[in-house]
Structure formats: structure tokens, C-alpha cells
């Protein structure tokens, strides 16, 4: 057998590629929308990739089982449940897909969503393993309730969920391993491992929601406490129903002018600075929102833009490619440009050039002393619970957006979070829906902390 795990760091997502050397014939699971990984890896083997199985339709990524269709003829696989605008196989309960020796048997396993399934990979007469998508964790389970828009309570997905664990998944042996679809830092749980891996009896005796319980506690213990999803969620689960266009990840965003850029941004296009927040404020276009290449782009960028929006790139000279597929494993395909030379392009014309101020927290303390300073905390409930900054208001990043009109624009205002990423792109946000005085803490709250202990 040929297993290999495939990691997104910057989207905590794991996709698996899964052969018979014995045949050559290979499926890959959840792919991310960049393909190359499973093609080097089907060159190199000499492997035929036949199928292409989703466990569910993915919110915070858009899959790339449409790209996988296109350069290989594979089929593309869902739990019988599911509905697709392309041409689709459903799988059964029960159902076993022979590869030689290798076997995968799929499981129904709803409750995250209601089409979601899980793999289970027999190696012979042993279990290997399984993959369970987003229904069991390294530490935590599905949440059940991104659906709730649509009409599908968390309460009746949550105790589909409770079945599905339990007569589906805890049902194995304690050595089958486990292989989610995420990691810690994905959304779509609360309390996931930074590990990838596990086994049934781990997860039996150390996950928090495998505890004995009845079905009624496990729903309540399982919706207490998530975070708020970024914006972007409904919109992929959406595009990952429906055929769409491919991504071409080989070609290049065109180099454009600090001319061009402007006209752009003046017609309606998003100015993403991808640079580190520090850079950032020393100058960047008017505008722009920073939102740094060396954090969770995606998923941040995928919070604060909106789906659809045609974006310009201020990047650092060489990264314009990584923006621009970063971008499109979340569907946010309408990358126009980035601008040419960024640092001699902003030197040259002063005028278009804005800075942003970041206050270290003595400066916060005597901007507070001095006047009305509206305070934002912009991080996650779960990490506000833990304590803030008195007389903050608590709205996070992900719900920014949505709730810039409970903010006074006229006001000083002052964001911060936990370390001073996700402040710089809330802070840069505001100016660029008309805040006219905006800084960030530098350092964040653990900053804050780290003072007031000496």
C-alpha cells in the first residue's frame, strides 16, 4: 500500500492519496484545489488515480476534485446523500471499492453535515485505518453547526453525529488509526490536536467528546463554545456543489503599475498588501488591506474580502504565484494583477501612500488616559473568555464585516488581538471602509499580559 498524508499548514487540511502498488490504481481523498502534489506522486509510482472521494462538502477550502477529474479521468465520489451540479458516483453505506489488496469500505457518517462519510482502509484481512473526515478530530469531533442558514438545526445534526460516532466509528478496533480532514487551527472544531494522526483508543480515552454522556449532553457539549466561521464558508460549501472553472496554477497574475493599481481600486478592486504587518505601516497604498503571506492568508483574506471581488496583490517580489494559489484553494479566483516593484513604486509616488500607526501598549495606556479611545478585541470568544482589556468591545475578525456599523467610524479607535497579525488586517480594514483614526497594538493582548506582570 502507497498512503500519504498531504498537510496544509495554513489551512490545517489533510488530503491522502491511497494506491495498490500490486495494480497501480489509486484514489485520492478530500484534495486540496492545487494538484500537483498527487500527480508528482502518480508519476513517480506509475499509478493510475481513478477516483477522487470527498467525505462531505467542505466549507473552508474549495476541493480539487474537479481539476483531479480533468487531468486524470478519475471519477469523483460522494456519500449517496449528496447532490452535485457535475457528474458524480454515489457511494453506499457498506459499499467496498476494491483496489487489489487494498480495500475501502464506506461508512455513512453524518452529523457535521448530513452527506459526510467516512473511509474505512482494509489492507488484507487487517484494518489499517480510516479516514473521517471532519466527523472525528485528533481531539475533538464536527461541529454541527455551520448549516443552521440553510435550515438544518444543530440539535438534529448534532445527534445524528452522536449515532454516527458511536455505531459507526468507536465500533472499530482500538488500533484502527484515525486520519481527519483537520488539524489544529481549522474552524471547524474547537479543540483539535496539532497532531494528524491518532487511533480509536486513543481517541476513546483522551477525546472530550467521547466521554460517556447521554446524546442530549453531547449536543450541548459539542455547540458550546465555537468559533465564529469566517464569511467565506457558505460561499465554498456552495462552489463546492457546482461545477466551476478550473484553477490554472501554473500561469501568473499580469505586473501592474501603481497606476493601473489605483484605477483598479477606484473601479471597485480589493488592494490585498500581503507583506508582514510591520512592513505594512511603515507605507502601503491608500486603502489596502494588509493581510500578511506569512500567517493564515487564505483564511483570513477569505474573512474580510468579500467572495468574488476582484483583487489587486502587493507582494513581496516572488510571492505573487503563492498569493494567488493560496487565494484560489479557498475559490477566490479573481486575482487581475499585483503591483510591480512595491517598494520603488510606493517611493515614487507619495501622494498614493498612506501609514498606519501601531501603539506599543504604554502609548494604548496614555491614549486611554488622555481620551475616548474605542477599544476593539477582535480575537475568538474562546480566546476573549480568557480574559481582555476593560471596556473592550468583543467582535471577532471573522465577524467584522458584518459588524462595522455597530462601530463609531468618528472615533479613535484602537484594535488588537492576540499577538498582532489579525490586528493589523482589522485595523487596515477600518480605514478602508472610512475609520479616519485607527491604530493596532503591537504585541496583541499577550503584550498587554506580559506588561501589566511586571
Known amino acids: 500500500m502507497i498512503f500519504e498524508q498531504h498537510y496544509l499548514e495554513c489551512l490545517s487540511q489533510a488530503s491522502y492519496l491511497i494506491a495498490d502498488e500490486s495494480t497501480g490504481r489509486a484514489v485520492v481523498i478530500d484534495p486540496r484545489r492545487d494538484i500537483a502534489p498527487y500527480l508528482a506522486t502518480a508519476a513517480k509510482h506509475g499509478l493510475q488515480i481513478e477516483m477522487v472521494i470527498e467525505t462531505h462538502f467542505h466549507a473552508d477550502f474549495l476541493s480539487g476534485h474537479l481539476e483531479l477529474a480533468a487531468a486524470t479521468g ?16 454515489k457511494l453506499a453505506h457498506g459499499e467496498r471499492w476494491s483496489l487489489g489488496t487494498i480495500e475501502l469500505e464506506i461508512r455513512h457518517t453524518p452529523g457535521h453535515t448530513p452527506e459526510s462519510i467516512s473511509v474505512v482502509v482494509h489492507d488484507g484481512d487487517e484494518i489499517f485505518g480510516v479516514l473521517t473526515g471532519d466527523a472525528l478530530f485528533v481531539g475533538d469531533v464536527g ?27 468507536m465500533t472499530l478496533p482500538d488500533t484502527t488509526k484515525i486520519f481527519p480532514a483537520h488539524g489544529a487551527g481549522s474552524a471547524c472544531g474547537k479543540n483539535l490536536s496539532t497532531e ?64 493601473k493599481v489605483i484605477r483598479a481600486q477606484r473601479r471597485g478592486a480589493v488592494v490585498l498588501d500581503t507583506r508582514d504587518p510591520n512592513e ?50 479557498i475559490g477566490f479566483d479573481s486575482v487581475v494583477g499585483f503591483l510591480d516593484d512595491p517598494v520603488g513604486s510606493l517611493a515614487a509616488n507619495p501622494d498614493e501612500v498612506g501609514q498606519s500607526r501601531r501603539l506599543e501598549v504604554g502609548q494604548l495606556i496614555a491614549a486611554q488616559t488622555e481620551g475616548d479611545i474605542q477599544l476593539v478585541d477582535i480575537r475568538q470568544p474562546g480566546e476573549t473568555a480568557l480574559g481582555t482589556i476593560a471596556g473592550a468591545l468583543e467582535i471577532p475578525l471573522t465577524r467584522l464585516n458584518q459588524e462595522l456599523a455597530s462601530l463609531d467610524a468618528s472615533r479613535p479607535t484602537v ?40
Open 196 to 259: 494528524t494522526s491518532s487511533t480509536i483508543g486513543e481517541q476513546r480515552a483522551t477525546n472530550y467528546a467521547l466521554a460517556p454522556m447521554t446524546k442530549e449532553a453531547f449536543v450541548a457539549v459539542v455547540t458550546e463554545g465555537q468559533t465564529a466561521p469566517p464569511a467565506y464558508f457558505s460561499y465554498d460549501a456552495h462552489l463546492n456543489r457546482e461545477n466551476r472553472p478550473l484553477l490554472d496554477e501554473d500561469s501568473p497574475p499580469p505586473s501592474m503599475t501603481l497606476d
Open 143 to 169: 461541529r454541527p453547526d455551520l448549516l443552521s442558514s440553510r435550515g438544518v438545526t444543530s440539535e438534529d445534526l448534532g445527534a445524528m453525529l452522536f449515532d454516527s460516532l458511536h455505531e459507526q466509528l
Open 415 to 454: 484594535v488588537f488581538c492576540a499577538g498582532g497579525y489579525r490586528s493589523s488586517i482589522a485595523a487596515s480594514l477600518l480605514r478602508s471602509a472610512g475609520f479616519g483614526d485607527v491604530a493596532d497594538l503591537l504585541g496583541g493582548y499577550g503584550a498587554w499580559v506580559a506588561a501589566a506582570a511586571i
Open 74 to 89: 478519475a471519477e469523483i465520489a460522494y456519500g449517496d446523500v449528496a447532490t452535485t451540479g457535475f457528474d458524480s458516483r
Open 280 to 329: 505594512f505601516s511603515v507605507g502601503h497604498i491608500i486603502g489596502a488591506i494588509n493581510v500578511g503571506l506569512a500567517g493564515r492568508y487564505a483564511e483570513f483574506a477569505g474573512g474580510v474580502v468579500q467572495p468574488g471581488a476582484s483583487i489587486v496583490l502587493v507582494a513581496d517580489p516572488g510571492t505573487e504565484m503563492e498569493a494567488k494559489v493560496r487565494l484560489a484553494r
